[in-house]
């Protein structure tokens, strides 16, 4: 059965960086595009970037210029670095498979996008 591990989450001071990791498992990795959303306190899921099979990316407005979405084919895993972290970044992350693999299209923040995801890794800004 398909499996996601997020690490990595924790405290972190506003202005500083985090980086957050996710382990696959029990599906070909290479097969789906792949994605970290996040729920921040009292407020819907969200999607913070997409990395497709080939490598495209899309970030959120949010985020865009300050994160980086990568995988590893190789060791099946997803990362995600976030640099000059603000208050409004404090949130659950979620590592999420997608149902498509190709360029992510403009639907790839939805929820309905993804068919698994991990437990979630918190991450507090102060």
């Known amino acids: 059965h398909v499996q996601l591990v997020e690490s990595g989450g924790g405290s972190v001071q506003a202005g500083g960086s985090l980086r957050l990791s996710c382990a696959a498992s029990?599906?070909?990795?290479?097969?789906?595009?792949m994605a970290w959303l996040r729920q921040p306190p009292g407020k819907e899921r969200e999607g913070v970037a997409v990395?497709?099979?080939?490598?495209?990316?899309l970030y959120a407005d949010s985020v865009k210029g300050r994160s980086t979405i990568s995988r590893n084919n190789a060791k099946n895993t997803l990362s995600l670095q976030m640099n000059s972290v603000k208050s409004e970044d404090t949130a659950t992350y979620y590592c999420?498979?997608?149902?498509?693999?190709?360029?992510?299209?403009?639907?790839?923040?939805?929820?309905?996008?993804?068919?698994?995801w991990g437990q979630g890794t918190q991450v507090t800004v102060s």
């Open positions: 999420e498979r997608a149902v498509f693999s190709g360029r992510p299209n403009s639907g790839w923040s939805s929820t309905g996008a993804y068919d698994n």
């Open positions: 029990g599906y070909t990795f290479n097969s789906r595009s």
């Open positions: 990395v497709s099979t080939d490598g495209s990316t």
